[in-house]
């Protein structure tokens, strides 16, 4: 199944990933000016980043209620909130109310994620294709885009704040494109499963260290060029969106080799790949070099994520597939809130150099957790009826 094709029976999830893309590379991209206009060291920035994740957590309980109520318009009414809610944090220069709104921003960006994974699981099953790795790679390429566009704003001399509003007319413009039917399937009659507990654990990990690993690039690359290394700000930019770039192909890549190779083999090679280029990234001497380092743990890290999520999919029932998939997302998406938490103390107390290798022993804990999941794979229906 080709690419091209793949995205044209994915079109409409393919369009929400491309609105999250646009606003996190902005948001990386963003990072020095914003943590400047903040006051914060490292360690209180990336706490700072915790309000996400309390948002996020949110997101958890309500999108499986939300989508359930909004049906076919749930894509739309999450844009919707994303694009308003980072029209916040660009702009306040106070740490707590910084932290409130990036609450917001977490809540509305975990709605969105959960809704969206969940249509292309759903298409998945439609459609018995793998849709996963392409519709993640055009966050990638949405990601690289808006980075690469921060660039140049910067240098420019433009703040933060006209930019996300910019980014958000281009998310509303977006909104009639992604309406879709919902198609809500019930247990089989004498259906006696219990609750998916291991698989949604499991891929879950995965998902969360593949997102973790990602995060940590997003928001501290940038910093990594200009302060580790000496480099500008467009070169800072180049950072986060050299992760996008190679993410993006890596995606694209990984929706041919998911139709040949099972994923959990897939997972192994991309878990090794990525931790090298994390190495590479955090011994690096020239910005060059770094580069180089996010460029491959970002082809590796790509298939990680959406593996995960596709995995999760298969292995509970059709009738849990939506909610199994929001726990397991959620899971994972909470990387992206937790990481630069964690990377701002490491960072604080060791320096990012120590904290990027940190983030290289950090992928190859996947590998364990894929061997369970081709455990839960083998065994069927025992990986479904798992206790709890």
Known sequence: MSIRSALILSRRPATAF???????GCFAAH????????GASDALFGTLLLGSATGLVSAMWLAPRLDRWLGARSMQAAIAALA???LLPSQITHPLVFAASMALVGLASGLLDVVMNARVSELEAKHQRPLMNANHAMFSVAYACAALIVGVTRE????PA???AGFAVFALCLIPFVRMDVTYVAAEEGYQGRYPLWPILLCGGIVL?????????????ALHVERTLAGGAAEGALGPAMLGL????????GQAVAERLREVKVVFGASILSASGAVIAALAPTPVIAYLGFGILGLGVSVIGPMGLALVGKLVPPH?????ISRAAVIGFSGFFFAPTLMGLMSQAFGLRIAFLVVALLLLATLPLALLVARQKAHGAAGVTAPS
């Open 18 to 24: 491309v609105v999250v893309g646009v606003f996190w």
């Open 31 to 38: 990072v020095p000016v914003i943590k400047a206009q903040l």
């Open 84 to 86: 308003f809610a980072w």
């Open 156 to 159: 420019a001399g433009l703040p």
């Open 162 to 164: 006209p930019v996300f």
């Open 209 to 221: 260290i593949a997102f973790m690993s990602e995060a940590t690039v997003e928001a501290w690359s």
């Open 246 to 253: 190679t993410m993006a192909f890596g995606r694209f890549s």
């Open 320 to 324: 849990l597939r939506t909610e199994a």
